[in-house]
């Protein structure tokens, strides 16, 4: 397992590398030039310099090689220095926002609070919903809540978020006026009034990304939960005299969140890519908004931290997908 | 080893009358093709039944409702902005006086043309890299580990940047619809293709083994008939799944991207287009973002449903049941 794993995280290198690689020629390749705003009055040899400036002035290679080091070398090593007060970083080059010329990883330490309450909460409200449905449905096959779950996770899969974000905004901030409709990030939480106030700003994103988790959660659980309820297991279990409950709770239902689980974790960084257009919708200024922005504004150092960091987030994922499958089933041990 | 052995007609002998008990029931009707069996199936899943039909009723009124209906999603009545559905306009009309039910029928043209078209693409490549990767050996380590890479790719995000990064350089070249038609299908096609290429290839691993294959390549079939004769035909389930699956994903897509901004130009209508234009009048106007939203959903429900139907009727373990 041990060896598995390193062989794993070894692996995820050369994936990590070809992904910020593409990245980084994708936005090569991208015509456009950073430069196009600046005043045809600039003389020549002022606008060389403040191409430099934005560390344009060197070959494609160069640059992503510098990028690669300050990525990897110098914001783990400005890390450290936050934490322990060292001063390794002390003079080092950061990767720099074209649009506020300050680092990037300070402006993406300040987004990540917003993105990270939201999605994650939605997460957990979403698999917390759907475990419960996944397995009565399964467990009544095709009676009427099945039935009813079934098209409601349906309607669920296709409901895209651009339009259940909007719809709740209709049905509860202009007809009912019971919540906000704008996501309030200076918000602070210090007494009940405030806290029911972040609670109820935080209702609607948090209802439109649990509801696309749970359809498609609350689906996996019923077909893995119908898997394994007519195996000879469970048989057994009921003939030894064991009641009902146990059977289904204890036997049934470990054996089958063997897949959910992996599901779940392979679901996390998914999330935060489908982030991107419900914190548009509720204008929670989080990680995705910060993206759509940089893309807008053609800032390409931005985008491609962002963006990278995303992918490290799925590959991780993938890996931890993995590991977790191999810890809950021990058929599945990867020696 | 294949030269051509004369004609040599085999003696007759006449057959002996066979006795009754051994003799084999003549079969009275003629055999069932697969085709009609997978009909059968599909039509007892109501759901998939009720999508496939709500699905062609959804392409027949928007390709052609335009024909029936006067007004064209272009011409401008000012003095009718703002409106409630009324006779006149079914669905309203817009901050301009464009009939929103015009709109919303060029619009589904957009997108259904978009979804088809990415999925054909979507589909083709996955096939192509599933076949390949199965079939082939030497080919299956290199384009699988292609494949994972893309998995890992942020997708929504690459997207983002491609359509803005290229949409001018494209419009230019195209001229302005076309460009970003061209740009988006490309764009959605390229990064939705990885699961049909999983699946197609898991099949045909498994397909390779049987014994026609064998038999096949005995007769000395070259690879490439082998495949379009005997695998490709074998694999058609999967791939017509996915093929839907990849219709609801491209629309939603598209959607997506118009929603933020980043899809079609503004005087181009697209139902995620009008979801886009309807949520900047959402305090005044609400209602105006029901229709292209339902619109968008009930496209991909229908499709959903279809999918699932397909999926149940092609897989012969639960057939006939």
Do not use: C
Not at chain 2, 69 to 83: F, G, L, Q, V
Request: no cysteine; proline share 7%; hydrophobic share 50%.
């Amino acid at each position: 397992m041990l060896t598995y794993t390193i062989r794993r995280l070894v692996l995820s290198v050369p994936t990590l590398l070809f992904i910020a690689l593409v990245i980084f020629l994708l936005l090569e390749l991208a015509p456009g030039d950073p430069m196009a705003q600046v005043p045809l009055t600039v003389p020549p040899e002022v606008k060389a310099q403040m191409r430099e400036a934005l560390g344009l002035g060197e070959p494609t290679h160069i640059r992503f090689g510098k990028w690669l080091w300050q990525f990897f070398v110098v914001e783990p090593m400005v890390l450290t220095d936050h934490l322990f007060g060292t001063e390794f970083a002390a003079d080092k080059q950061r990767v720099i926002s074209w649009q506020t010329r300050s680092p990037v990883m300070d402006i993406v330490v300040q987004r990540m609070p917003q993105t990270i309450w939201v999605v994650a909460m939605a997460y957990v409200v979403g698999v917390l919903i759907a475990l419960p449905i996944g397995i009565y449905s399964a467990y009544r096959q095709y009676s009427v809540f099945d039935q009813v779950g079934t098209f409601v996770t349906m309607v669920g899969f296709s409901v895209p978020p651009f339009f259940s974000g909007v719809l709740v905004i209709v049905i509860f901030s202009v007809q009912l006026g019971w919540l906000p409709s704008i996501y309030d990030t200076t918000h602070r939480v210090v007494d009940w009034n405030t806290f029911v106030m972040q609670l109820k700003q935080m209702v609607m994103p948090v209802m439109v990304l649990a509801l696309q988790t749970t359809a498609q959660i609350s689906r996996f659980m019923r077909a893995s939960m119908l898997d394994n309820l007519n195996q000879d297991y469970v048989r057994t279990a009921r003939a030894k005299g064991l009641s009902e409950q146990i059977v289904v709770m204890v036997h049934v239902l470990r054996n089958s969140m063997i897949p959910v689980v992996t599901v779940i974790a392979l679901g996390v960084p998914q999330i935060f890519g489908g982030a991107i257009i419900t914190e548009q919708i509720f204008k929670v200024n989080g990680l995705g908004q910060l993206l759509i922005t940089a893309i807008q504004a053609n800032d390409l150092p931005m985008v491609q931290t962002v963006t990278f960091m995303l992918a490290v987030l799925i590959v991780l994922f993938n890996i931890i997908a993995d590991l977790l499958y191999g810890l809950l089933d021990p058929r599945i041990r990867y020696d | 080893m294949t030269d051509p052995t004369p004609e040599t007609p085999p003696t007759k002998t006449p057959a002996p009358t066979p006795l009754g008990a051994l003799s084999d029931p003549q079969p009275v009707a003629p055999p069932r093709s697969q085709w009609r069996d997978v009909w059968d199936q599909f039509k007892r899943h109501r759901g998939a039944l009720a999508g496939g039909i709500l699905f062609l009723l959804i392409i027949v009124v928007v390709y052609l409702g335009p024909l029936v209906w006067p007004i064209d999603a272009t011409y401008i009545d000012i003095r009718a902005r703002n409106e409630g559905p009324s006779w006149a306009h079914p669905f309203g009309t817009d901050q301009l006086g464009r009939d929103t039910l015009a709109r919303m029928m060029a619009g589904g043209q957009v997108s259904i043309a978009v979804g088809l078209t990415a999925m054909l693409l979507a589909l083709g490549l996955g096939s192509l890299i599933g076949v390949l990767a199965g079939f082939f050996r030497r080919l299956d380590g290199p384009l699988m580990r292609l494949t994972d890479l893309f998995l890992s790719l942020p997708l929504l995000p690459l997207l983002l940047v491609m359509v803005l990064l290229f949409r001018q350089a494209l419009s230019s070249t195209f001229g302005p619809e076309t460009g970003i038609f061209i740009l988006i299908v490309f764009a959605i096609g390229v990064t939705s293709w990885m699961p049909t290429a999983r699946v197609v290839r898991g099949d045909v691993l498994a397909l390779k083994e049987r014994e026609f294959v064998l038999a096949a390549r005995s007769i000395g079939t070259t690879n490439f008939n082998l495949i379009t004769r005997h695998v490709l035909p074998n694999v058609l389930s999967p791939i017509m799944v996915s093929a839907t699956l990849g219709i609801a994903n491209a629309i939603i897509t598209e959607s997506a991207l118009s929603f933020l901004g980043l899809g079609f130009p503004p005087d181009f209508p697209t139902w995620g287009r009008l979801l886009n234009d309807a949520t900047v009048y959402l305090q005044d106007y609400p209602e105006r973002v029901f229709w292209p939203g339902v619109a968008i959903s009930l496209t991909v429900l229908s499709v959903n449903y279809l999918g699932d139907g397909l999926r149940d009727a092609l897989d012969p373990r639960i057939r006939g049941r």
